[in-house]
T-cell receptor, first 111, second 114 residues
Framework: DVKVTQSSRYLVKRTGEKVFLECVQDMDHENMFWYRQDPGLGLRLIYFSYDVKMKEKGDIPEGYSVSREKKERFSLILESASTNQTSMYLC??????????FGPGTRLTVL | DQQVKQNSPSLSVQEGRISILNCDYTNSMFDYFLWYKKYPAEGPTFLISISSIKDKNEDGRFTVFLNKSAKHLSLHIVPSQPGDSAVYFCAASYSGGGADGLTFGKGTHLIIQP
């Protein structure tokens, strides 16, 4: 049973805190992604990675960074959390040309 | 500029009838299209996809149609069942190198009424 797991389902942080969201996949996929989902805006791509130590900006990278030290793990970092980063964060992995698999999501609230 | 558009935020269909969800795209470079289904508080799950070399792909109750000249695709669900009530996202990608990240529409909330 293939899996994409995310470190937390729910997270509450304060403004200015550094936040780490972890994602792990067990399918040996090269490509991993971080999206955020907001009401009325659908899923928006923050960052993606097509190989270890490789990363590329998506549509809304401002305020975020990522790390991919191992193939199976892709981390999203909020350097200084702000209230407008309150959202549902979704990690995905896929092999090029195939349907992707999503994790269950992390609902982050920044107070 | 929204490259993948789902113009209907919600759709209500009676159980047993056909559900048709529509999606339009503007980027002619897109060559692979996918539909995802999402329940509240869960990640999206992949439903069905279609490559631009085809105009139809079928999987059980789900059929996706692609009209490249109109830059339009649709998802048909026949017959609709209560468990189909969810938000459906259309997504597109192009194999231009890199990780061919997916561009998503804003989603359509499908409600199946008994």
């Amino acid at each position: 049973d293939v899996k994409v797991t995310q470190s937390s389902r729910y997270l509450v942080k304060r403004t200015g805190e550094k936040v780490f969201l972890e994602c792990v996949q067990d399918m040996d996929h090269e490509n991993m992604f971080w999206y955020r989902q907001d009401p009325g805006l659908g899923l928006r791509l923050i960052y993606f990675s097509y190989d270890v130590k490789m990363k590329e900006k998506g549509d809304i990278p401002e305020g975020y960074s990522v790390s991919r030290e191992k193939k199976e793990r892709f981390s999203l970092i909020l350097e200084s959390a702000s209230t407008n980063q309150t959202s549902m964060y979704l990690c995905a992995s896929r092999r090029a040309g195939l349907g992707g698999f999503f994790g269950p999501g992390t609902r982050l609230t920044v107070l | 500029d929204q490259q993948v558009k789902q113009n209907s935020p919600s759709l209500s269909v009676q159980e047993g009838r056909i559900s048709i969800l529509n999606c339009d795209y503007t980027n002619s470079m897109f060559d692979y299209f996918l539909w995802y289904k999402k329940y509240p508080a869960e990640g999206p799950t992949f439903l069905i996809s279609i490559s631009s070399i085809k105009d139809k792909n079928e999987d059980g109750r789900f059929t996706v149609f692609l009209n490249k000249s109109a830059k339009h695709l649709s998802l048909h669900i026949v017959p609709s069942q209560p468990g189909d009530s969810a938000v459906y996202f259309c997504a597109a990608s192009y194999s231009g190198g890199g990780a061919d990240g997916l561009t998503f529409g804003k989603g359509t909330h499908l409600i199946i009424q008994p």
